[in-house]
Every structure is written in structure tokens, then in C-alpha cells.
């Protein structure tokens, strides 16, 4: 696939899909709690359907009615059956991850595997501190996809310090802890989303946070009883970044993305992007099935350079790739600071960006975890081609790139767009009014 600069500017008002976090969970509390969870908006993407796949074969009854609207009859908490095969949780490394805190707690086997992507991620940050709940799991060297789990038939309550910011961990925890008798206790030294314990509260669980510095302390009192509620997912603040960036890059554009999830623990990228300088307004601010959404309008921006700090990064962990895009095209040196956590995303994300700007002469250096690019202003060179590594917020963010550039940008796959943003190519060319990505194979 390969996008050429926008002959012209890119307007217009989409509704971008289901947010990726929000729709995992949605399924999984829809698998857990009694009774019948009718859900709206669920993204579609690959990453979800395995999902909900998993929660099939664990015994869910998953339903789709209409597009972005599922019905899950649950099984109770601790009514997880034994599935019959082997669990694929395709690219998605939240499935994988939060589907060990629910195997964790449930006295069944089963084995998980992934793509050639999620075999190579880190499951230890999960599978160490679920042991100590009595649930066993033996994996690859690293304890690495495939991996097989004997679940605890009387788990342990963890209380458990996540070494690592990471939304994930903490979610397996949480969720290992729904099935344990008394109270799990995580404890984050840094804020990460809170999807879960949002969701914990709506489905019915006793849930305390207390803030303590940059972190919080969460509790969860273990055997509630989940109660199926209705779940609204908000369009994902990870897909809007992407018309939005493009908007800011192409001249002379405006573009709305509507019903954006604007929850606090997610919007890094939005604080960063007006740092520089962007043109980006809110509108129609309300919540909706529980999260803050609105309507969010971007304007080409002469952009600035940035120095994004450390502590902000689990607010924006999933938009470095295309915030770096951002940063190609403005006045000055940029520094990305603390991404270390970028090493262990779909593909080694700090390299990847590194080779997306290099291939489009961008001149970018990896100090450290820190990335920095020193730009002056003009748009990128473009001309690349950049190579996604499986991973599709590399895909979608060179596209963007490609769009604003001097030259056209190839990528060598875009099939993994579809994890988290079915539709991309064609609401991207809707909005510039042209094919302005095409299919590689129709250019000659
Ligand atoms: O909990 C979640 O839904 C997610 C958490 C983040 O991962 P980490 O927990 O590994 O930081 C993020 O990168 C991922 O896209 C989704
Ligand atoms: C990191 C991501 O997802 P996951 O960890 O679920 O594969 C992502 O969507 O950018």
C-alpha cells in the first residue's frame, strides 16, 4: 500500500471504530458476570474477535447482532469451562494478557498461542505474579507463547507492585482476583488506564482507588457477583490519532472525528499535540456508558517541537509512532522521553519508528529510551518504505506520513490495519476526497 501527499486537503466528520481496550473487556465481564450484557459499538477489529472467540470457547454464548453490537450471556464468575482447543489470540497481546488473569483463577487447562508477533512479547510480567495465586504456567524459553495453564481451584488474593507501567498486568491481577476469596491489591507506581477497574464497578464488584503520587492503589474485593450491565464503547482514542495527525499535517484541512473516549488516562496525545502548537478543539463534551467522550476537530497546524516527559507516556503508550510523525513535520528538536515499553509492543516500536523516519529522511536518533528528532519545519521527504513488522500502528502511522510527505510512502503490509482499525484506508481516502492510499499492486 503506498500514500501520496493529499492533491488538495482532507475535511470532513467520521466516526473512527470501537475502542480496542474497551471492547476486550466488554466481552470478557460479558463472559463473567449473570445474565445477558448487550453491547454497542464493539470494534470489529482482529484483536476482538479473538476475543470473542475465547470467550466462546470458555462456554460464553457471543453473539452479533448488528455491526458493533454483540450479546454475551455470561457464565458467573468462577463458571469458566474447559475449552476443547487451543486458545488463538492472533496479534493481540491484551487478550493474551488479560485472558491468563481469568484462566488464573478458573481449575481448568488450556493452552494459548499467537501470532509470529505475540509469540515473541513477554508473558512472564503476567505469568509470575498470577503463579503466586497457585495457578501454574509453563511457556516457551522466557516464558514466551505457546503456553499452557492449570488454572487455581482456590486462588490466592495477590497483592501485587507492578514493576512496569502497564495497563495489562494490572488488568490479569484484577481480574485473577475476581475468582480468590478476600482482597486483591495492586499497587501502580505510574497511573495507567483504568478501563478495568471501570468496568469492574459497572458490572457490580466493590473497587477502591487511592492516588498515591503519579500511581494509585487499587483493591478489589474477590467472589463478587458479576451482574450483566450494558456496555457503550466509545470510539478508540488510538484510531481517532490517526485522521487527526493527518489533518494537522495536510494544509488547508479540517477534520472531526466524532464520539472520541476521552478518558484522562488516554489522552497524552492530545496535551502533546496542542504543546506543539496544534489546532485541536473539543466540542459536545458527555459521557457516555460511563466515559467522558466529544468531538474532537483538528486544523492544519504549523507544528513546533515538543519534550514529552516520561510520566506521561502511559496516557499515549499506543501514539509515539504516529505523534513521531507529527513531530517530522515540525520546527525544532522533539524528545519522546522514557519508552521503554515501546521494545515489547507488536514489534520493537522505538526501532520501527526509527526505521519509518530514517527511510523517509528524517534524521531521528534512540538515546537510551528516549527518541529524538530534529526537524525544521518543512514536511518530511517521504519516498520510503518503511517495514511494518506486523504491527499495524506502524502501518497506519507511515500511511499518514505518506500523505503529508514530499514523496510518496510505501508500506510492505498492511494487513495487520485490521487489528484495531478496519476501514482505515477507505475513511482515510474519504476524508481526502481521492485514492490517495492505494494498493501497492494498482500503481505500476
Ligand atoms: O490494557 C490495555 O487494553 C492496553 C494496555 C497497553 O499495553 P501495556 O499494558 O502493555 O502497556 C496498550 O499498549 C495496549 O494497546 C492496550
Ligand atoms: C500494543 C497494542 O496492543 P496489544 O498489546 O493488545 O497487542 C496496540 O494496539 O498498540
Redesign the pocket.
Known amino acids: 500500500m503506498r500514500a501520496s501527499a493529499a492533491q488538495g486537503s482532507l475535511q470532513g466528520r467520521l466516526t473512527v471504530p470501537g475502542d ?2 474497551v471492547s ?1 473487556r466488554a466481552l470478557m465481564f460479558g463472559a463473567l458476570a449473570v445474565g445477558t450484557t448487550e453491547i454497542t459499538g464493539l470494534l470489529e477489529g482482529e484483536d476482538v474477535l479473538r476475543t470473542s472467540a475465547a470467550m466462546r470457547a470458555l462456554g460464553a454464548e457471543v453473539e452479533r447482532l448488528a455491526e458493533g453490537h454483540w450479546r454475551v450471556a455470561g457464565r458467573g464468575v468462577g463458571g469458566l469451562v474447559e475449552p476443547a482447543d487451543v486458545l488463538d489470540m492472533g496479534n493481540s ?2 487478550a493474551a494478557r488479560l485472558i491468563c488473569g481469568l484462566l488464573a483463577g478458573h481449575p481448568l487447562f488450556a493452552v494459548l498461542t499467537g501470532d509470529a508477533s505475540l509469540r515473541k512479547r513477554p508473558m512472564r510480567r503476567v505469568t509470575d505474579p498470577l503463579s503466586a495465586s497457585g495457578a501454574r504456567f509453563s511457556g516457551r524459553a522466557g516464558g514466551r507463547l505457546p503456553l499452557a495453564v492449570e488454572g487455581a481451584a482456590d486462588p490466592m488474593p495477590l497483592d501485587y507492585r507492578v514493576p512496569v ?5 494490572k ?1 490479569a491481577v484484577l481480574l485473577a482476583g475476581l475468582c480468590a476469596r478476600g482482597t486483591t491489591r495492586v499497587e501502580e507506581r505510574e497511573a ?2 483504568d ?1 478495568t477497574e471501570n468496568m469492574l464497578r459497572h458490572f457490580g464488584a466493590t473497587v477502591r482507588v487511592a492516588a498515591e503520587g503519579h500511581g494509585r492503589i487499587i483493591e478489589l474485593d474477590g467472589q463478587p457477583e458479576l451482574r450483566a450491565a450494558p456496555v457503550v464503547v466509545p470510539a478508540d482514542p ?1 484510531s481517532a490519532a490517526f485522521p487527526l495527525v493527518a489533518a494537522l499535517l495536510v494544509p488547508g484541512s479540517e477534520v472531526t472525528v466524532q464520539g472520541v473516549g476521552l478518558n484522562p488516562l488516554r489522552t497524552g496525545l492530545f496535551t502533546t499535540l496542542r504543546e506543539m502548537g496544534a489546532h485541536l478543539s473539543v466540542s459536545n463534551e458527555r459521557v457516555e456508558g460511563g466515559e467522558p467522550v466529544g468531538d474532537l476537530t483538528a486544523r492544519f497546524s504549523e507544528l513546533r517541537a515538543v519534550d514529552v516527559p516520561p510520566e506521561r507516556a ?1 496516557s499515549m ?2 501514539e509515539y509512532p504516529v505523534l513521531a510523525v507529527a513531530a517530522a513535520f515540525a520546527r525544532g528538536t522533539s524528545r519522546f522521553r522514557g519508552l521503554a ?1 515501546l521494545r ?2 507488536e514489534s520493537d516500536r522505538l526501532a520501527a519508528t526509527l526505521a519509518l523516519l530514517a527511510a523517509n529522511g528524517v534524521p531521528a536518533t534512540v538515546e537510551g529510551d528516549d527518541l529524538i528528532i530534529a526537524r525544521d519545519g518543512r514536511p518530511a521527504a517521504g519516498g520510503g518504505l518503511v517495514e511494518t513488522h506486523m504491527d499495524h500502528r506502524i502501518a497506519m502511522s507511515a500511511l499518514v506520513m505518506g500523505l503529508a510527505s514530499t514523496a510518496p510512502v510505501t508500506v510492505d503490509d498492511t494487513g495487520f490495519i485490521d487489528t484495531s482499525f478496519p476501514g482505515f484506508t477507505a475513511m482515510m481516502n474519504g476524508i481526502a476526497g481521492q485514492p490517495a492510499i492505494t494498493p501497492a499492486e494498482e500503481l505500476a
Do not use: F
Not at 507501567?165 to 498486568?169: C, D, G, N, T, Y
Open positions: 480496542k481496550s476486550h497481546g491484551t507501567p502497564s495497563a495489562q498486568v488488568s495507567t488506564r478501563h488510538s502511559p503508550i499506543d515499553e515489547v509492543k
